[in-house]
Structures are given as C-alpha cells and as structure tokens.
C-alpha cells in the first residue's frame, strides 16, 4: 500500500492544501456567478442590457478568481507583486498571440471601434456583432453567397488583435446610415428625361424620410468627422454607357433597410416601365430589350 501512504502524505502537504482552498474558491465563485447571472436573466428583459450584465458578471468573477486564488498559493503581502509579475511573465513567454488578443479586447472596451450589435467588415468578413470575449468577437456573417446585407447563418470567430493589423469598417457607428444606389440602364433611343422622373418619384417614395432629428444627428456626425458629402437628398444621376444611358439614383437609407428599399424601388421601376412604349431597358450585349405592356 506504498501508493496509499504516499497520497496519505500528499494531503498532509501545504500544496494539498492549497489546492483544496482553491478548488473551494473557484466552485463558490462559480456557483456565485452562476445564481447572479440567473438573478440578472429574471430582473432585466432587455437582451442587449441582460447580455452586458450577463458578460461583466463573468469578468468580474474570474478576476476574483485571480485575486482569491493567488493569495491562497503566494500569500497576502505578496500577492500583488509576485502573482503577477509571474502570471504575466509566463504569459508573455508561450502566449504572445493571446497577450494581443487580451490587447484588442481592452482597446475595445475602452476606445469602442465597435460594441455588440454593430455592423461591421474586417478581413473581408461582414457581420453583426453579436458577442465579444476577452479573445475573440463573434459576428454573424452577412453576404458572402447571399447576394445582399443578410445572414447566412454563420458564426465568424474574429480574434480581438485583428483591430490593430486590419482595417475596420463599422457601419453604424458615428454616422448610421448608407448612401446606396440603384441603378438601369436603358437603349439609347429611349425617353431618359422619363426615366429619370420616375426614378426619383420612386425614390422619394420609398427611400428614409430626412425628419430634423435624422439631420440634426447627422449634421453632429459631419462635425466630428470630416464628411464632406453632406447633401442629404436623393438624386439621380446620368452616364452615357457603352450600352445605353445608364441612370442611377442616389439615396440614404438605415443600414439593415438597404436591401428592402433597393428591392422596393426596382420593383417599382419594373412595374412603370412595362407601362411606357418609349422604355426600353438595354442588356449587357448592347441589345435593347422592350418591356411591353
């Protein structure tokens, strides 16, 4: 019973011990967590809000974790000094990559390039941001082969340090809305001065009205950044193309609205085009299509 005595004289060890405590800690910090997080979930309806409870709750537990679990094994007056200064010695020799991502999650905490529930683009992924870790950021993609501003049902798993090596776009942050086009492209010997007319007719009825507080909010935004395209109204634009009189129209809309109001105006279109005998949409081949009635 050698291996008996030896595991009877591991308990009567300070390490035994240590790891006792600590196991104690870590399971009552956890079942605090865990009632706290419950207690959060019943009180706050709010997903947004239950989310950012629900995640600082976590932080704040493993951080006391750190703190109750390092005093156990380096002792109270050096807890401060030892603990970390070992802690992020080792961290910096094996884990430079997660000391990065640890990095990017600070710097967006503090300086927000984007929160939870922004739209943004990094490394040739779109998404809404629907988590952030002290490692990583979760999106759930949109585009890629769905050809619009809609999901595909995937998760994108970013780690927090790409925010310093690649370009972050943020769709909703600072200025909310998008200038988006609609464009047709007709044959030469059509009615363009109609054409144009009824673009901007249907435009008007379905692109985002511009109230005094979407152009006040803006005007904030053209203030803080330098925005020089200020002028807030659709528009509609012609260019001669190698295959007919291309016109496109010009238009704010909110973010997650692009696709539906693009889809509104071209079915529109479609409809009063199929109306007229002087309109007659050009394909790709130069060849003028008739849209008959």
């Not at 479609?270 to 060849?287: G, M, P, Q, Y």
Request: glycine share 6%; charged share 20%.
């Amino acid at each position: 019973m050698t291996w008996m005595n030896s595991v009877a004289l591991f308990l009567k060890t300070t390490t035994a011990q240590k790891l006792f405590e600590s196991a104690i800690v870590i399971l009552i910090l956890w079942t605090l967590s865990h009632f706290a997080k419950k207690f959060v979930a019943k009180r706050i309806s709010d997903k947004a809000s239950r989310y950012r409870w629900s995640n600082s709750l976590s932080y704040l537990f493993v951080i006391l974790g750190f703190i109750f679990v390092g005093r156990i094994w380096f002792g109270a007056g050096k807890s401060a000094a030892t603990y970390l200064g070992l802690l992020s010695a080792g961290i910096a020799i094996a884990l430079s990559s997660l000391i990065a991502n640890l990095a990017g999650w600070i710097f967006i905490l503090f300086r927000k390039p984007f929160t939870v529930g922004n739209r943004v683009q990094i490394n040739g992924v779109t998404g809404d941001v629907i988590d952030l870790r002290p490692f990583q950021f979760t999106l759930m993609e949109i585009g890629n082969w769905v050809q619009a501003d809609q999901p595909t049902g995937r998760f994108v798993y970013i780690p927090n340090g790409m925010v310093f090596s690649n370009p972050l776009f943020n769709y909703d942050a600072g200025f909310k809305y998008l200038w988006h086009e609609v464009s047709f492209a007709i044959s030469f010997d059509s009615n363009w001065e109609k054409v144009r007319d009824l673009m901007m007719e249907a435009t008007i009825r379905y692109c985002m009205k511009v109230t005094p507080e979407i152009e006040e909010e803006i005007n904030i935004a053209v203030s803080r950044y330098l925005v020089s395209d200020n002028n807030l109204q659709p528009d509609v634009f012609v260019h001669i193309a190698d295959n007919g009189i291309r016109l496109t129209t010009r238009y704010l809309t909110e973010v997650r609205k692009r696709r539906g109001v693009a889809d509104a105006i071209q079915r529109d279109l479609l409809t009063e085009f199929r109306k007229h005998d002087d309109i007659s949409i050009a394909d790709v081949n130069s060849i003028a299509i008739s849209v008959t009635k």
